[in-house]
């Protein structure tokens, strides 16, 4: 069992930072892979960005590459996702998620915490 708690979210204005952190607690956070979703109104959930169990490999949706940074500390057991130049199609409940398998490049999330919302206006 993996228990995920996101923080972070906020209202920001067009072009300016911000950082989500994703607590983890259970066994064995450093084995898996983890990702960060998003969903917006009327849309369906999608994927943004993940990382590999050791935080050395990552991989991003096109919409943010260059833009935001996934990375992870397994001594805190925490998840980040860096996010600079926030456009208001960024606006989105944000999710991290445990991928159901140890591939970064093809996550699907089997345990997911309850979502931050950010919220961008221009």
């Known amino acids: 069992q993996v228990q995920l708690v996101e923080s972070g979210g906020g209202l920001v204005q067009a072009g300016e930072s911000l950082t989500l952190s994703c607590a983890a607690s259970g066994r064995h956070f450093s084995v898996y892979a983890l990702g960060w979703f998003r969903q917006a109104p009327g849309k369906e959930r999608e994927f943004v960005a993940a990382v590999s169990w050791d935080g050395g490999s990552t991989h991003y949706a096109d919409s943010v590459k260059g833009r935001f940074t996934i990375s992870r500390d397994n001594y805190k057991n925490t998840l980040y996702l860096q996010m600079n130049s926030l456009k208001p199609e960024d606006t989105a409940a944000y999710y991290c998620?445990?991928?159901?398998?140890?591939?970064?490049?093809?996550?699907?999330?089997?345990?997911w915490g309850q979502g931050t919302q950010v919220t961008v206006s221009s």
């Open positions: 998620a445990k991928c159901r398998t140890g591939n970064y490049r093809d996550c699907s999330g089997d345990y």
